[in-house]
């Protein structure tokens, strides 16, 4: 047996670092993508990449150096709000914190400049996969086209059309939903808000809601509105009507510092929804020959700082496996998944303590005590 060529769907981090992984041990993959290029739409805020995943992920795929000169220093510094604006908790980043931020869009882009030409094939968006057996899958794109692997790897998120190859499971809404927007070159045009976040993070908390602030690169600030409603609830907000929609999101924390309230009120962007979904904790799946996933795709949790680094560790310890096994694909892909099971879990039930921790009925207190060992 020779190893097959890799067909990965999916060109967020978690794939891309599989591809990459893979070439550095000489096996070929080529990725599928329904974005039409890298540069279709933003790339989302800051990561803090993290020494026991994403930094080994990073390591395996031989971008380990590279991946530091991205590294936005200082962003690891954290300040706790209470709603009247009183500093609860504040925390320098002295370069010792071991979760250094870079932005997404800047690591994606190190990944896709890694790989060789031609790896990554854009807007291939899949319409539907199904088995065909002997370990081999066909790959409908909306196009009409098809394509034929004998390892199929679905690295394409929440919404995955490779998942069902291999479970019935699909996310279901967490109760929480996010609301972001951005000021814009905050320490000339916004100082004061500049001020209220400081030099990384500001979380400001209560049961049930937040707000959090992140100073990414270039002076731009990036606020996350958290509140947990129903899907319906959101859904009576027009957010094509951005000040109507920026009016009612406020409205949730009436009473709250103004220094706060602000960061909604005078966001540069148009509000933006993300509800928060989740694939059950635990999920996983009786082995199918010739197909897995990775990241978002086998564990989608609440947001907690791993999804992004499990992706990556996932790709890298894939390519690793099937390195490892290069004729025999099944016992890579069994290894693999083996492994990646309980880490999944794991992570995703530490991000429903953690949640707990930022919004349950201790908030902010309890995330004071987290940061300095109380809790």
């Given amino acids: 047996m020779t190893t097959p060529d890799v067909t990965i769907i999916g060109a967020g981090l978690g794939g891309l670092t599989l591809a990459r992984a893979l070439h550095v041990h000489g096996i070929p993959a080529t990725v599928y993508e329904a974005e039409p290029s890298p540069t279709a739409r933003a ?17 395996e795929a031989g971008l380990f150096d590279e991946f530091r000169g991205l590294v936005l220093e200082g962003r690891e510094a954290t300040r706790i709000l209470d709603r009247d604006g009183t500093v609860l908790f504040e925390q320098a980043d002295d370069g010792t914190g071991g979760r250094p931020e870079v932005q997404r869009g800047e690591l994606r882009q190190l990944l896709l400049d890694s790989l060789p030409p031609g790896t990554v094939r854009w807007g291939h968006k899949v319409g539907g996969t199904r088995t065909l057996g002997d370990g081999r899958h066909e790959v409908t794109f909306t196009d009409g086209t098809t394509l034929t692997t004998g390892l199929l790897v679905g690295a394409d998120g929440a919404w995955s059309r490779v998942r069902p190859l291999l479970s019935d499971a699909t996310p279901e809404y967490t109760g ?10 905050s320490d000339t045009r916004h100082p004061a808000h500049a001020k209220t976040v400081g030099g990384g993070a500001l979380f400001a908390l209560a049961p049930g809601k937040g707000l959090g602030a992140h100073r990414e690169s270039g002076g731009t ?8 409603e129903a899907r319906g609830w959101f859904a009576g907000i027009d ?3 951005s000040a109507a929609a920026t009016a009612r999101i406020t409205q949730e924390f009436d009473g709250w510092a103004p220094e706060l309230t602000a960061l909604i009120t005078e966001g540069e962007t148009a509000p933006v929804l993300r509800p928060l979904n989740a694939l059950p904790v635990g999920h996983r799946w009786d082995r199918v020959p010739g197909v897995t996933l990775l990241g978002d795709a086998a564990h989608l949790a609440i947001p907690n700082g791993e999804g992004a680094n499990l992706a990556m560790y996932d790709g890298a310890e894939l390519a690793r496996a099937i390195a490892a096994h290069p004729d025999d694909i099944e016992t890579a892909l069994t290894e693999y998944e083996q492994a990646m099971f309980p880490r999944g879990a794991t992570a995703a039930a530490d991000g429903n303590q953690l949640h707990e921790v930022l919004y349950g009925d201790n908030a902010p207190h309890s995330l004071v005590d987290l940061f300095t060992g109380h809790a």
């Fill in 43 to 59: 790339q989302g805020g800051m990561l803090d990449i993290h020494e026991h995943d994403g930094q080994l992920a990073l390591k």
């Fill in 239 to 241: 957010f094509t009507d």
């Fill in 176 to 185: 929480m939903s996010l609301v972001e927007t951005y000021l814009f070159d």
């Fill in 221 to 228: 600030l990036h606020t996350y509105v958290m509140l947990t």
